[in-house]
């Protein structure tokens, strides 16, 4: 137990030396791999993924999602690491303020509806117009209230019970280091309001520490995320400094996917 715990800390405390600049990074030879970005080809067995919140939420709307999550199950043979903070960014911000908004829209707007219908015939323009937009929402958010997607992306949360490593570095260590990397605009989260991207990219630092402490051999580190704002990457490149960032902590490349492009590679 005392071995394990002073892994932990040892692990912990590299992230925070990485994350104050405690920890050389190359970040101009991750700035020169950038003007390029060509990847070498790496096996799954080399691989790292990681999810971010918006994919815990949108993997059930994808076509292709039982195929996705039996894929990860059964055949990918690297690791997957789901930051802790995605847990808190989904709860928070993906689901229940969607799921809230959603409901209290539709509610609303049947009560309009009725009433329009109830007054006169001439209103008749304004409920076409209603409807026409809460369908626009609906097609957008709508899926929330599907039975399937509550199931599907229940599917995906237990293959990341059973798989993932979900690591959670300790707040109280980092949360200087947020206030000044987001004054320096050190990705990722300077393009935020908070720092959740922040520390969703130090949970996801310490699970790559833990696996190079475990002697887990591991060549590549993908993040399937949506966005794509260029505080995480730029038409699909990964900022070089958090590039430079996960090179330090593992000597692994780094690379930001779409859904689409996890699919394409798992189920080819």
Known sequence: ????LTAEND?????CSLLDR????????????ALKFELPERELAETVIAFDANILLRMSKHKDCDDIVDSLRTAFPGKLILPGQVIQEFWNNQFLGVDSISSALKKKFKEIKETIGNIDHQFGDYATRFDALMNEF?????????ESTARKTKLFVDLLIEKARVPFVKRSLISAAAEVRKRTKTPP??????????FVWADLLLGLAELK???????????????????????????????AEIHAISGAE???????TLARRLLV
């Open 213 to 243: 402490k475990e002697g887990v051999p591991y060549r590549r580190v993908i993040l399937v995320t949506l966005d794509k704002k260029i505080d995480w990457s730029r038409g699909g490149i990964p900022h070089p400094i958090l590039s």
């Open 138 to 146: 609906d097609e957008e958010y709508g899926y929330i209230f599907d």
């Open 254 to 260: 780094f690379e930001t996917i779409t859904l689409e």
């Open 11 to 15: 692990c912990a405390n590299q992230v």
């Open 1 to 4: 137990m005392a071995n394990a």
């Open 189 to 198: 989260g300077f393009k935020d309001g908070g720092d959740g991207d922040f």
């Open 22 to 33: 405690g920890t050389e990074i190359s970040a101009l030879t991750s700035l020169s791999s």
